[in-house]
């Protein structure tokens, strides 16, 4: 006598936990057959879904649980394909019952990587519905045609998704290839299955030729524009590699004197390096060190604000103008490693003076002036004020000397020259030299006493020109004088100027 009977689900098509084996197909109808409601022993009348052969119900006890064996005869310990082959006779019976299917919608990534639709959820009608028909190398669970006469291969995944090797070989045919997954649905009864099949369940394509056509689209069109793009960038590198075209006045006096300040090292001193502006690198830093030290604290300067500054004066190469720095990077990653924003130059360029401990960084990216180098930079002029008197005192004894000598056909070097030649006599640099009081006083009265004795020859007055005559030229217009000298009294009292002039 057959137990009462249970509805049969998705999960007792499969062995149990145990291994045990809960349904089996019946032997005349077809149909899945709970062990609860079946006769015992070999009468249940059942075969395995798997091997298709002869059950024996063992349910007529109360020791071991209830479940279909197969025949000790048959030699058959472990049929693990019965439930997959199950699930898929009752998916065939459905669809091959309703002869329909739903298609779930399909996108792309498009070319800013949001979703595109392709195609949207649709139900179809399917002919030619069949189950386990061999394809190549391949068995489908379920094959059918769809309206437009495409194939379409089913998979039904239960416990796990259809093996990457099989989709491989699917996709290769190039048949469109659904995959539905149930396995969120083992408790249901197989009775209610047939809306789960057809519409509700969680299904994707594994493979669909409009999905294929237009991300084949796409990338066509991506491919496209990254030639573009290729070309594009190539083009600006070349702009970026541009020497300066343009010079500012103004900028270069900032130059000279962030050298004069000793600041040489917070320059390039190559100006012809690429650079997004048409005036030398060494220009537009002195515009922004110039900016920064002309800030009052807790007013700062941002990149953004010089970069501001420097396209209202034009200073940025046109098409460099609106480059951002997210366009600049992926320029340096693939095309120059050194290619830079005008934004990123002058952030580069402030953290420099960061570094030089000129200015600090405040978060956000401003940065102002540190109190320390204010005080250095005090000091430093004061110390060029000390030079450009003892420059201005030295220069006056030296012209002293040039409007004496110039009347009788003398000739002085220019006096910068002269400075510099001087300063290289005693060893030192022309600034360490105005910056030494002693060496600066005593090249005055060496210069001063030179002068005197000119002074007095002119006069017609003999005095002894000192040893030392500074480096000028002056042995040859000193004999000169002299001969005036004894010419004027040897002539009767011409004027002996007037036979040097």
């Not at 006096?253 to 048409?278: C, H, K, Q, R």
Request: hydrophobic share 40%; net charge negative.
């Amino acid at each position: 006598m057959a137990l009462m009977a249970t509805k049969i689900t998705i999960a007792d098509l499969f062995p149990d936990d145990q291994g045990m084996i809960l349904v089996a197909k019946d032997a005349v109808d077809g149909l899945p057959r709970h062990i609860s409601e079946v006769a015992n022993g070999k009468p249940c009348g059942c075969i395995c879904f798997g091997c298709e052969r002869p059950m024996v119900a063992r349910n007529g006890g109360a020791v071991r649980a209830h479940h279909f064996a197969h025949r000790p005869e048959d030699m058959v310990y472990d049929c693990t394909t019965a439930g997959e082959t199950a699930l898929h006779e009752r998916a065939k019976e459905i669809i091959a019952k309703h002869r329909r299917v739903t298609l779930p919608a399909t996108s792309v990534p498009g070319l800013d990587g949001k979703p595109v639709e392709v195609t949207p959820e649709r139900s179809i009608d399917l002919t030619d519905v069949r189950l386990e028909v061999g394809a190549g190398e391949v068995v489908p669970d379920v094959t059918a045609t769809m309206p437009d006469g495409r194939r379409i291969f089913i998979e039904i995944a239960n416990t796990h998704p259809c093996p990457r090797e099989k989709i491989a070989k699917l996709v290769a045919m190039g048949v469109e290839v659904l995959e539905i997954t149930v396995r969120v649905y083992r408790e249901t009864p197989l009775a209610e299955l047939d809306d789960i099949i057809l519409d509700l369940a969680p299904r994707e394509f594994l493979y669909s030729s409009e999905r294929a056509a237009k991300a084949d689209e796409i990338a066509e069109e991506r491919r496209r524009m990254e030639e573009k793009e290729f070309q594009e960038a190539e083009r600006l590198v070349g702009i970026y590699r541009e020497p300066p075209t343009a010079s500012h006045g103004r900028a270069a006096e900032l130059v000279e004197e962030m050298s004069l300040w000793d600041l040489e090292g917070f320059m390039d001193a190559n100006d012809t390096l690429p650079s997004a502006f048409i005036v030398p690198r060494r220009q537009w830093q002195a515009a922004v060190f110039y900016r920064l030290m002309s800030t009052q604290y807790p007013e700062t300067v941002s990149p953004i604000d010089m970069v501001n500054r420097f396209k209202e004066r034009e200073w940025t190469k046109r098409d460099l103008v609106y480059i951002t720095n997210e366009q600049s990077r992926k320029i340096a990653a693939d095309h120059d490693a050194n290619f830079r924003s005008a934004n990123e130059e002058i952030l580069a360029y402030m953290r420099r003076l960061e570094k030089g401990d000129i200015v600090y960084q405040r978060p956000g990216k401003t940065f102002y002036v540190t109190v320390d180098f204010k005080k250095r930079l005090k000091a430093i002029l004061e110390a060029l004020n000390e030079a450009d008197a003892s420059r201005e005192a030295v220069e006056e004894a030296y012209k002293a000397i040039d409007a004496l000598v110039k009347p009788g056909g003398g000739r002085m070097p220019d006096f910068d020259e002269w400075l510099q030649q001087h300063a290289d006599r005693l060893g030192v640099g022309v600034r360490e030299f105005l910056a030494d009081d002693d060496l600066v006083y005593q090249t005055e009265e060496s210069l001063n006493e030179i002068g005197q004795v000119i002074e007095k020859r002119v006069g017609g007055e003999w005095e002894e020109l000192p040893e030392d005559l500074m480096g000028l030229p002056m042995v040859g217009l000193v004999n000169r004088l002299m001969q005036a000298w004894d010419d004027v009294h040897a002539s009767d009292g011409y004027d002996w100027r007037a036979l040097i002039k």
